[in-house]
């Protein structure tokens, strides 16, 4: 069973055999561009992010990124869930797809899915979102969510200044 089904997709737990995915899209451009290097070039390096991340974040949270695939063909096409970041007071929500899917409506109706999740079985009260400003497309996913431009910050001194959008539930 999936965590969450959308109309057109099923979200459900990364795990290790999904390491070749997370390779893709970890290399891909546009995450590259818009989220950043987090160095995973192998097989053994994706499974490593997969453990160290998404799978300790079910763990101690009960929430995490999720595999988005589609509903028709079970096929990969992204990532979106929710994280926990010690330099913010709440949780935020994340997404991205392999370029080949997106301009389809499925980032917002996975992040939506991830939105009703949140306050329906996770019980969370409000969550933000961020994006640099040279990503118009993530910008009007998290508008399109109601998400309210709150400002901008930096998650560590070498991160570019990104926006910041909240979403009280």
Do not use: H
Not at 66 to 79: D, N, Q, R
Not at 144 to 164: I, R
């Amino acid at each position: 069973m999936p965590i969450l089904e959308t109309e057109r997709l099923l979200l459900d737990e990364i795990t290790t055999d999904d390491a070749a995915f997370i390779r893709e899209l970890l290399n891909d451009p546009s995450w590259l561009q818009n989220i950043g290097d987090r160095g995973v070039r192998t097989l053994n390096d994706a499974t490593a992010y997969i453990k160290s991340g998404p799978m300790k974040s079910y763990k101690r949270l009960g929430f995490g990124l999720y595999l988005i695939k589609l509903k028709e063909s079970k096929a990969p096409i992204g990532v979106c869930g929710l994280l926990k970041r010690e330099v913010l007071e709440d949780n935020d929500i994340g997404y991205a797809l392999l370029p080949k899917y997106t301009g389809k409506g499925y980032a917002l109706e996975a992040a939506a899915g991830v939105v009703a999740y949140a306050k329906n079985t996770l019980g969370l009260k409000r969550i933000v979102g961020f994006t640099i400003p040279a990503n118009p497309s993530s910008i009007r996913v998290l508008e399109k969510l109601g998400m309210q431009y709150v400002g901008t910050m930096q998650l560590s001194a070498n991160d570019e200044v990104c926006n910041l959008y909240a979403l009280d539930l």
